[in-house]
């Protein structure tokens, strides 16, 4: 029994105890989450047609997510317990094309069985023992961080998780202070918790290298009520050490508002990385060369204007270094804290340059409340890369330069404001991907959501 789970099982002991105490069930709450998801991805023209991966990915199912969040038992130290139930259960993958291979352990959006066919469902359950004094919150178990140096990815038909300790405190006015420890990650098409690792390091095969201790902290504060400033620390055991620095603005111009975000990391390697070819992620390092150690430093803007329910946007972002920026990166789906990580792609390879175009426009300003719908363009060139390209087994290595890629992304949404299906939401997402780089196809891809919430306490 690891230590987080040995901590947890006191905890819930001592929650069994106290349960029935003023405040723990009173300030409970508990929700059921209903998603409807379907993706559909066509894998287009590429170098990497060749080598068998599949032209068309897609799947469908139902998800069920049932969030329970308790009070605080009475006391100086006030005891809780928070859980969050997951069910995915299959309606269609595809016949065949629901996207996993021979060194992935689940498709799109299931699992996958042994010959590679999606599961007809799969499900988890986390617990999280929560104690709070003053101003100062400690949890143990399962996390859903949302940090620049870790992020919990929502983006498919049930959430990825974390299983660690996290401590909160705001006992300062205006300065919030988070710390942690993380040991396993469960993806969003996986029931099982994982230990962690990056990219081209995370196989899932003998080569693959993993780590079991992810510690970050960092904090937030309020310089004044328009103006945030942002330290975060992430280190990776044996992968990477990481800095971020952030500044967050709102800015009152004319009949609108001006935000604009700042956001620079910078990340070197660590311990096993530094010398171990196993531990190497991705990035360019020379001809042929397609793995090294993590050397990255990437800075970006972004600046949103919104008035009379229209947001236009632009931004720019530069990837400096010999590798790709890191993060957190099972190989199963996951997310970085940059104003680039779109639906398809994260535009943060080597030496990138990115800028970025943004319109959405929220229609209850002409008497549609609920509705809302938005595009978002990226171009990103100078990347510096390698891939694996030809039509044989063995393919061969190729390194390039100045090779570019852009992505194009429509979203409609509409959630039901009022009657009897108030909160019905409706999401169609629609990308288009095309690039130069070796080794990559191009892609178009659509995602087709319902989702409804149903509270229970």
Avoid: C
């Avoid at 620049?148 to 998780?161: A, C, E, F, K, Y």
């Avoid at 360019?284 to 803007?301: A, E, F, M, P």
């Avoid at 398809?344 to 990138?352: D, L, M, N, T, V």
């Avoid at 229609?363 to 044989?392: C, E, H, Q």
């Amino acid at each position: 029994m690891n230590k987080s789970t040995l901590a947890l099982a006191v905890a819930v002991g001592v929650l069994a105890q106290q349960a029935g105490a003023a405040g723990f069930i009173e300030d409970s709450k508990a929700t059921l989450g209903l998603r409807n998801f379907y993706i559909n991805t066509d894998n287009r023209d590429g170098d990497a047609k060749a080598a068998g991966a599949q032209s068309k990915q897609e799947e469908w199912g139902q998800g069920f997510q049932l969030n329970f969040t308790s009070g605080y038992t009475e006391g100086t130290v006030g005891f809780g317990l928070d859980a969050i139930g997951l069910l995915g259960i299959k309606l269609d993958s595809g016949g065949g094309t629901n996207g996993a291979t021979s060194t992935s352990y689940g498709g799109t959006v299931f699992p996958s069985k042994s010959n590679g066919e999606a599961v007809d469902n799969y499900s988890s359950l986390g617990l999280t023992a929560k104690a709070k004094i003053s101003q100062t919150e400690l949890k143990l178990g399962t996390l859903q961080p949302k940090l620049p140096v870790i992020v919990t990815n929502d983006g498919r038909m049930l959430p990825q998780t974390f299983q660690g300790g996290q401590i909160t405190t705001n006992e300062i006015k205006d300065l919030t202070l988070v710390g942690g420890q993380i040991e396993h990650a469960k993806g969003r098409n996986s029931s099982n918790n994982e230990e962690l690792s990056i990219a081209g390091a995370n196989a899932h095969t003998a080569a693959g290298r993993d780590s079991n201790k992810f510690i970050y902290g960092g904090g937030d504060y309020k310089i004044t009520k328009d103006l945030t400033a942002q330290y975060y620390y992430g280190n990776l055991q044996d992968f990477y050490k990481q800095h971020f620095v952030g500044l967050l603005h709102n800015w009152a111009i004319g009949p609108g508002v001006l935000k604009s975000d700042l956001r620079y990391f910078n990340s070197r390697n660590d311990g096993a990385n530094g010398h171990d070819s196993a531990y190497y992620t991705t990035g360019d390092y020379g001809t042929g060369i397609t793995k090294g150690k993590v050397d990255n430093r990437l800075l970006s803007g972004l600046f949103l204007y919104s008035v009379s329910g229209h947001t236009f946007g632009g931004g720019y972002q530069v990837s400096n270094g010999d590798s790709d920026f890191p993060w957190l990166n099972q190989g199963d789906g996951s997310s970085a804290y940059l104003t680039t990580d779109m639906q398809i792609q994260k535009f943060a390879r080597a030496g990138e340059r990115t800028w970025q175009a943004r319109y959405s426009y929220d229609f209850a300003k002409v008497g549609l409340p609920g509705l809302t719908a938005g595009v978002v363009y990226l171009r990103g060139d100078n990347i510096d890369t390698s891939g694996k390209v030809g039509s044989t087994t063995p393919q061969r290595t190729v390194s390039a330069t100045g090779r570019s890629e852009w992505e194009r992304d429509l979203t409609v949404a509409y959630v039901i404001p009022e009657g009897p299906l108030k909160n019905l939401g409706l999401t169609w997402k629609n990308a288009m991907w095309r690039n130069d780089i070796p080794g990559q196809r191009d892609q178009d891809e659509n995602r087709l959501i319902v989702s409804y919430s149903i509270p229970l306490l």
